[in-house]
Every structure is written in C-alpha cells, then in structure tokens.
Nanobody, 118 residues
Framework: QVQLVESGGGLVQAGDSLRLSCAAS????????MGWFRQAPGKEREFVAS????????RYADSVKGRFTISRDNAKNTVYLQMNRLKPEDTAIYYC???????????WGQGTQVTVSS
C-alpha cells in the first residue's frame, strides 16, 4: 500500500490561511486520484476535496467551496490543500487518501491537526 504523510497543520486565527501537504511514498502516485477528508472530535469523517490523476478534475464539499483549493505535483509525489479564510468550524484532523482505481479511497495518512481559533 501507499504510505502517506500529511503535514502543514497548526493553530491559526479565523481568517488566516494554511497549506497542507501530503507526500506519497510510491512513484505510482501520479496514477492515483487523491482526496482530502477531515474529522472533528465526536463527528464522523467527512469529504473535503478530491482531484483526479492529472489535476484537471477537482471536487469540493459545499462547506469549503471558494475557500479551499486542492492541487498536486506528481513530479514531487505530493498533493496540497490550500485553505483560505479559515473558520473555527474547519477545526479537525485532516487526512489525505488515495483512490487508485477511481472507485474508492483505500490508503490513508496519519492526519495533521488544524485548529482555528475565533
């Protein structure tokens, strides 16, 4: 399975920005669709954004549209999540995941904590 390591989380104030990174261990990263998910304490994991293998097709949850941007650099085996105008309700652990066959996410990173103060 693909090894994924998220980074870039931290404690910020409402209205600030963060960029999360997800580094993959395998050269085949460039063939995978990728996604970002998040989970807040006491809540279920929810979808945030996804991107197809070449970065042309992206999708976003309604709660982050217009504020978050997913992108990838296949030469670096890395996917990014640019988060702008952060809100306290964005506070969660953020996970990246692979979708190698285009039908489901099957490999997950350990997560990175994002905390947004009001």
């Amino acid at each position: 399975q693909v090894q994924l390591v998220e980074s870039g989380g931290g404690l910020v104030q409402a209205g600030d920005s963060l960029r999360l990174s997800c580094a993959a261990s395998e050269r085949t990263f460039g063939t995978y669709a990728m996604g970002w998910f998040r989970q807040a304490p006491g809540k279920e994991r929810e979808f945030v954004a996804s991107i197809n293998w070449n970065g042309i097709n992206t999708r976003y949850a309604d709660s982050v549209k217009g504020r978050f941007t997913i992108s990838r650099d296949n030469a670096k085996n890395t996917v990014y999540l640019q988060m702008n105008r952060l809100k306290p309700e964005d506070t969660a652990i953020y996970y990246c995941a692979t979708n190698p066959g285009g039908s489901g996410f099957d490999s997950w990173g350990q997560g990175t904590q994002v905390t947004v103060s009001s």
